[in-house]
């Protein structure tokens, strides 16, 4: 076996019920949960476990919701001894990835992130942006579609470089409609709008970032003990102002996905193991390469069955 890479979802993959069992089950998770509702100043466990759905999926709760519930499996899953040689994560997922690798406190992460989502919600009135998943074309012809567009008027660019084939863009409403037209002309398969609050990963979040900024400012970001696979570069990271100023950018600029687990492969990673509700990471990684190895941790039999399988693949 290789390099092993954690992995942690963003926003999209939360669920109610998660991270339930392991509240009732595992003392240290218990604690997490706990922890996070007495910093929020209300329950936000009983949102997670209870629901429902749309109070749950509202940004400024899922973000601290996904970081507390990838937090505790990897508490879990951390008993068993083994660690990771990189931690990446997919745009919010980033922050479950510097708490993993001790750069920020399981406390400043959840404080941060809630703020984060105060401040993406609150950059652009809500109407005025949203993104889409472009299916089946490169992103060079999709970059010159969407920097067409934008010339004339409608921002929207690049949001998500998520896998061969599947691109998000994000802007304007107009923006995104244009932009998803010019896609299929040069020849993307289709093109899906995203029921979501913002425009996120476009220059429209300029004001959460410089708001994001400010924030981070007030928070103890330390050394990575494990490098960190930036979303803004695809590049480890480990420096504490390294990292912060790519939170900063990451609000505004592209999630480089792909480039990430590229990167991580290119490092000698050839088991990712994805620490949060559902496979969506697993999935894309697949996508990106079929030749790796890869573990998806979303509760306790998952987390118990992956150390066996890694455990035995050692011996």
Known sequence: MGKIAFIFPGQGSQTVGMGMELAENHEPSKTLFKKADELLGYNLSSIMFEGPQEVLTKTVNTQPALLTASTALLALFRESGIEADYVAGHSLGEYSALVAAGAITFDDGVRIVRKRGEFMEEAVPD??????????????????????????????????????????ISGTVEGVKRAGEKAKEAGAKRVI???????????????????????????????????????????????????????????????????????????????????????????????????????????????????????????
């Open 127 to 168: 109407g005025l942006g949203t993104m889409a998943a472009v299916l089946g074309l490169d992103r060079v012809p999709l970059r010159e579609a969407t920097a067409a567009v934008t010339d004339s008027g409608y921002p929207v660019q690049l949001a998500n470089i998520n896998c061969p084939g599947q691109i998000v």
């Open 193 to 315: 709008m995203l029921e979501v609050s913002g425009p996120f990963h476009s220059s429209l979040m300029e004001p959460a970032a410089n708001r994001l900024s400010e924030v981070l400012d007030g928070a103890e970001i330390k050394t990575a003990s494990i490098p960190v696979i930036a979303n803004a570069d695809a590049l480890p990271m480990e420096d504490a102002n390294q990292i912060k100023q790519n939170l900063v950018k990451q609000l505004y600029s592209p999630v480089l996905w792909e480039d990430s687990v590229k990167k991580m492969i290119e490092l000698g990673v050839d088991t990712f193991i994805e620490f949060g509700p559902g496979k969506v990471l697993g999935g894309l990684v697949k996508k990106i390469d079929r030749n790796v190895a890869i573990y998806s941790v979303s509760n306790e039999e998952t987390c118990r069955e992956t150390i066996r399988a890694l455990k035995e693949e050692k011996e």
